[in-house]
């Protein structure tokens, strides 16, 4: 691989369901945990080349091949998401037969995603109210949700 997975320290895995977890950038000790966690797709909403050195969609597919799990790159932007982003987002949870990883820089890009995929099963509010406890904040979406309340 071009690039090395650096462990720097514990990464910060935030259960958001019993079903999807999310995080910052992770390592290859984070994968190893992620699969005994019973994570079966990981979904890496990162754009290659964010920052120097980072690992790129390439070696993450060969480091999720490598443990198992089924792999899906949706790059996007802080706040861009379209809705071709969020189908795909929605079909990687729908096929996935156990748990879902998304991970980005912080984890928000994920997270948004994942809400907005799932805006048909929860209000606004219930969403933001949930997501909130775990250290993320939907404000900055509020309009791409059509149930705001």
Request: glycine fraction near 4%; aromatic fraction near 8%.
């Amino acid at each position: 691989m071009s690039n090395t997975l650096v462990e720097p320290e514990a990464v910060k895995i935030i259960k958001i369901t019993n079903h999807f977890s999310v995080s910052g950038e992770l390592t290859e000790s984070a994968l190893d945990n992620l699969v005994g966690l019973g994570v079966d797709t990981l979904i890496n909403v990162r754009p290659d080349n964010e920052r120097k050195n980072q690992i790129t969609d390439q070696d993450w597919r060969a480091l999720a091949s490598r443990h198992k799990l089924h792999y899906v790159y949706i790059p996007v932007k802080s706040c861009h998401y379209t809705e071709q982003d969020v189908k795909k987002f929605k079909a990687a949870l729908e096929q996935s037969s156990n748990c879902v990883h998304g991970f980005c820089r912080t984890g928000t890009r994920a997270t948004h995603l994942w809400a907005l995929a799932n805006k048909e099963n929860l209000s606004f509010t219930e969403m933001q109210s949930l997501l909130k406890d775990k250290g993320y904040d939907l404000d900055m979406i509020d309009g791409m949700f059509d149930n705001v309340q």
